[in-house]
């Protein structure tokens, strides 16, 4: 079945679906009753806000995603090409070397999309969110997304993935984005077990600090394991201690719905400096224990 029958048709669309609509309802009462940060924010004007942005972006996705990356699906399953369709594995086996290659190639999309400086003016939408709860993981720029379609199909090609895969592993995605973007206070014993494996709210709150330091950490989108391979990883910031967003869009003004979708088309600011011109990175002396990986609360 290719990508566009699996986004029109039961059961593959109404599966992904109900993983959205119940992940991302759970995470929503789950951060009501026991937020991790204190909002700087009305609530429902970030859920109006974050919809739109995301809804324009869905909208796209939808005509341009399935037509541009099902011929790339059926030419590697009918040409045998990518790496899992040289392998005659067991079909299990596949799918989850698949899965977990995937998740690998996407940890260096996300690097990416901060390092590249085309790429981090559309990527710096979804950064300048002035709190970070479970909608902030719907709002992306419809221009990242349209730039993410021609990796997408690179990651398939290298790795070998038919279009039932692909599938199955955007939909474990889409739960772990609504899952670690979630403003949810787990227990921190139990989160520092869960990010020993998998991206966590904490671990991604300290991605998305002001501080540039802490920005450019904790890249992991599913497994945490990348990050702890490229020691990139960063867990011992206090959330108290987080401001989230981007320092030169630190106003409401600078983030309505109007200024985030042309944001990457005017002229950048110096983004990540403080208006006393210093680049805005943690002090020294903050509550951070060099060289420690604990999660803090």
């Known amino acids: 079945m290719g990508i566009a029958e699996q986004f029109r048709s039961a ?3 109404a599966i992904t679906a ?12 789950a951060e009501r009753i026991a937020p991790l940060r204190r909002a ?5 004007r970030r859920l109006v806000r974050n919809l739109s942005a995301g809804g324009v972006s869905l909208a796209l996705m939808s005509l341009i995603q399935a037509p541009l990356l099902q011929p790339v699906g059926a030419w590697i399953v009918r040409e045998r090409i990518g790496l899992l369709q040289l392998l005659h594995w067991p079909r299990w086996l596949e799918t989850i070397v698949a899965i977990v290659l995937l998740d690998y190639t996407l940890w260096w999309w996300h690097w990416a999309t901060h390092r590249v400086p085309f790429l981090w003016r559309f990527h710096l939408v979804h950064h300048i969110d002035r709190d970070l709860d479970t909608t902030t993981a719907l709002r992306f720029h419809f221009g990242e997304l349209a730039l993410s379609i021609p990796m997408r199909a690179a990651q398939m090609i290298l790795i070998g993935v038919d279009t039932q895969t692909l ?11 609504l899952f ?29 600090s002001d501080r540039i330091d802490e920005t450019n950490t904790n890249w992991s989108s599913l497994l945490s394991w990348w990050d702890y391979l490229h020691g ?3 867990l011992d910031v206090p959330q108290a201690e987080i401001t989230i967003g981007v320092p030169a869009y630190a106003a409401a003004s600078d983030v309505t719905i109007g ?15 403080l208006p006393d011109g210093r680049l805005a990175t943690r002090e020294q002396g903050s509550a951070r224990s060099e060289g420690s990986a604990t999660l803090m609360a």
Do not use: C, Y
Request: proline share 5%; no cysteine; aromatic share 10%.
């Open 11 to 13: 059961p593959s669309f």
């Open 180 to 208: 670690h973007h979630s403003n949810a206070r787990l227990p921190l014993r139990v989160e520092r077990l869960l990010v020993r494996f998998i991206a966590t709210p904490r671990m991604h709150g300290i991605h998305h």
């Open 18 to 29: 109900a993983v959205i609509v119940i992940a991302g309802g759970f995470m929503l009462l």
């Open 232 to 234: 990139t990883i960063l």
């Open 40 to 44: 700087v924010e009305s609530k429902l």
């Open 167 to 177: 599938w199955l592993w955007q939909t474990i995605l889409f739960a772990s984005i």
């Open 259 to 273: 200024k985030i979708l042309l944001l990457p088309f005017r002229r950048q600011r110096r983004d990540f400096h």
